[in-house]
């Protein structure tokens, strides 16, 4: 499939997507994606490659729907597996925040130890 400039342009108007939008599709800024539209700057052809295919896909990603069917006591299944999950992340969380109070009392620990150490030093000298 050969195309050009003006079918590109004509194309992400068609689909109501932007130039930021096809510089994320093919890792350039906006503004390289400017100089091939408006500027007349060759589009290299790894990135033309990349155009193409996603002018063929795109209308199938994106407006034919894929019909699905969520099966019937889903919501009880999904719950069944994320709840053990979210009950230890929410274990973990808690043990997390303890583990942080221990070492912060720590460090006043270490901190009144390293002051005590040096009073006591500066005293004896």
Known sequence: MEIGVEEIKN?????????????????????????????GKNIPDSKLDKIIKLMETYHRLNEDPIPYEIPSGFE?????????????????SHAAEQLKQSADQLNRDINKFVIEAIDTYLHHQ
């Open 76 to 92: 009880k299944i999904i719950m069944e597996k994320v709840r053990p999950m979210a009950d230890r992340a929410e274990e973990l």
């Open 11 to 39: 194309w992400l108007k068609k689909h109501n997507l932007s130039r930021a939008w096809l510089g994320e599709q093919c890792w350039v800024q906006k503004k390289t994606v400017d100089g091939w539209l408006s500027s």
